[in-house]
């Protein structure tokens, strides 16, 4: 696999802003190859039930270098904006993708 470019600093608003977007990248950077989660899983996992949405916003922001491919939404369905090279890299960890959908749900 190729490696990717070291991020960019994350954009930092405020204090608050600022720590669950540093807990949500490591959240999202401790995923192993082959484990999919959800977005709202991100969440709950950074201290932040509830926030799907800003984890969204982080790896939108600020997700270089990160598996960013391993989160998808809710129901399985890919949610990047290029769904083919996120397909690509799933399938290249052993993950199972059926109509742009994660065979086997996610947390």
Known sequence: ???LPEPPPVVRHDQR????AEHIRAVVAALQPGEVVSYSEVARRAG????????????????HGLPW???V???GTLAAPSASEQRRRLEAE?????????VGGVP
């Open 1 to 3: 696999m190729t490696e």
């Open 17 to 20: 802003m600022t720590e669950l």
């Open 48 to 63: 932040a039930p509830g926030r799907a949405r800003a984890v969204g916003a982080v790896l939108a922001e600020g997700g």
């Open 69 to 71: 491919w391993r989160v």
């Open 73 to 75: 939404r809710r129901d």
């Open 94 to 102: 052993a993950v199972d993708v059926v109509d742009g959908r994660v």
